[in-house]
T-cell receptor, first 110, second 113 residues
């Protein structure tokens, strides 16, 4: 198992709330990623980072933002959650070609 | 643009039988190809990759994959399936000169005892 952690694992919140999904890795990887995945479906890249102070938007339009102040930490923030944000969010990191994934955060917005 | 297709939503196989999960890809440059597995309520786990060299790549848990350049395919195989292999399998491709990895839609594998 790779050393990449996500908290919380499950979150149920009301519409309009601000939330931050945490992702940390202890492998010293420069590259990190956030994917959105509906249960049992394909992954969609929403944000990625080449390293500290580097963030880019992915292929899927997202109302979330990310930051990368430290190598090991790549949090994702939703300023105002909506029911359409209900999904699973997977964080990953890489040094070489393959990616190492965290266990995911399953978000439900009511 | 790069893309990957997994033509089967679901594959059913009896325990002990060989299994194949299909994947085809499209890239403009040299392909880097990957297989990942996802168990329920878990993130994806890397199984194997093809970069260059031998067309038959061996990976974790007894899985292997065969790269076929002429058919632009990278099918995942295992000689003898286990019930514990039941999971969601994702094929992924990256253009050798690029940064992004594109994932397929996934194939659900059911292995019956």
């Amino acid at each position: 198992e790779a050393d990449i952690y996500q908290t919380p694992r499950y979150l149920v919140i009301g519409t309009g709330k601000k939330i931050t999904l945490e992702c940390s890795q202890t492998m010293g990887h420069d590259k990190m990623y956030w994917y959105q995945q509906d249960p049992g479906m394909e992954l969609h890249l929403i944000h990625y980072s080449y390293g500290v102070n580097s963030t880019e938007k992915g292929d899927l339009s997202s109302e979330s933002t990310v930051s990368r102040i430290r190598t090991e930490h790549f949090p994702l923030t939703l300023e105002s959650a909506r029911p359409s944000h209900t999904s699973q969010y997977l964080c990953a990191s890489s040094e070489g070609l393959e990616q190492y994934f965290g266990p995911g955060t399953r978000l439900t917005v009511t | 643009a790069q893309s990957v297709a997994q033509p089967e939503d679901q594959v059913n196989v009896a325990e002990g039988n060989p299994l194949t999960v299909k994947c085809t890809y499209s890239v403009s440059g040299n392909p880097y190809l990957f297989w990942y597995v996802q168990y329920p309520n878990r993130g994806l786990q890397f199984l194997l990759k093809y970069i260059t060299g031998d067309n038959l790549v061996k990976g974790s848990y007894g899985f292997e994959a065969e790269f076929n350049k002429s058919q632009t395919s990278f099918h995942l195989k295992k000689p003898s399936a286990l019930v514990s292999d039941s999971a969601l399998y994702f094929c992924a491709v990256r253009d050798g000169g690029g940064f992004k990895t594109i994932f397929g839609a996934g194939t659900r594998l059911f292995v019956k005892a």
